[in-house]
């Protein structure tokens, strides 16, 4: 477990010291930042708000998880796994003594943590905003623990989308290609329900809204739970493949 642990740092270092990551993390600040303007600006000029200040943290999670967070991931994953291969420093970590393993879980897992991170990053400054927009009083503190369930819950199709590209990236030896590959993929996905409609209940790109479902009063119990189990099924089938290529991997 020491070692899981170690490595789990490890791996969460080696995204954080890489500097285009961290100016993903400035960037996500920047964005959040800039979107409170140009709702302020049309409020401004135009009298009317495009967005209630109560509600700018869920729209911000809305276009994080649909647009920006899965081209995080891709970028993450790519490096860490198929980058290192190409970068031959993968062998360095496969000598010290850890299993393939526990070296596949805490890749996933560091990937995990960025992902959390930036999520807080961005909860913390839409909530910010929504105060400098006008969200005060009772109505502020009941959006703002609305939003935090939202945040929270978003987490799940985030970490079925790791699953799966990780499971991608073990098909690539240079960082590129497995990027490049998981966003045409992801388009794919996405525009794949718009001529086969029945697709959109089983594929993970459908529920990386997820928050909104939960969130919605008139969703039952049964669309939940089969929202869940369709996310922990992709995380348990290509995790579970995508250690298999790992582990079978000649480095």
């Known amino acids: 477990m020491n070692s899981l642990y170690a490595n789990i ?101 560091a990937i995990g943590c960025a992902l959390i991170i930036i999520l807080a990053i961005v909860f913390l400054f839409s909530s910010i905003c929504s105060i400098f927009l006008g969200a005060a009083g009772k109505e502020l503190f009941k959006g703002l623990a609305y939003a935090a ?17 990780s499971f991608v990236a073990q098909f690539f030896k240079n960082s590129s290609g497995a990027l490049t590959t998981s966003i045409i993929l992801y388009i794919v996905l996405i525009l794949l329900p ?26 039952s119990i049964a669309k939940l739970i089969y929202a869940f189990l369709i996310m922990l099924s992709y995380c348990l089938i290509f995790f579970s493949a995508g250690f298999y290529l790992f582990d079978a991997r000649d480095l």
């Open 9 to 109: 740092i490890n791996e969460s270092q080696k995204i954080f010291l890489k500097r285009k990551n961290v100016v993903l993390l400035i960037l996500s600040a920047i964005i959040t930042i800039g979107t409170a303007l140009i709702v302020s600006t049309v409020h401004k000029g135009l009298g009317i708000y495009a967005i209630r200040p109560v509600d700018f943290p869920i729209y911000m999670l809305g276009f994080f998880t649909k647009v920006l967070l899965p081209l995080f991931i891709f970028m993450w994953a790519s490096d860490i796994f198929a980058g290192e291969i190409a970068e031959r420093n993968l062998k360095i970590v496969l000598v010290r003594p850890i299993t393939r393993f526990k070296v596949f879980v805490s890749k996933n897992m």
């Open 149 to 165: 369930e939202a945040y929270i819950v978003a987490i799940i199709p985030m970490i079925s989308l790791v699953a799966a590209v």
């Open 194 to 219: 718009a001529g086969f409609p029945q697709a959109s209940t089983i594929l993970v790109t459908s529920y990386t809204n997820w928050h909104v479902l939960w969130l919605g009063s008139t969703v």
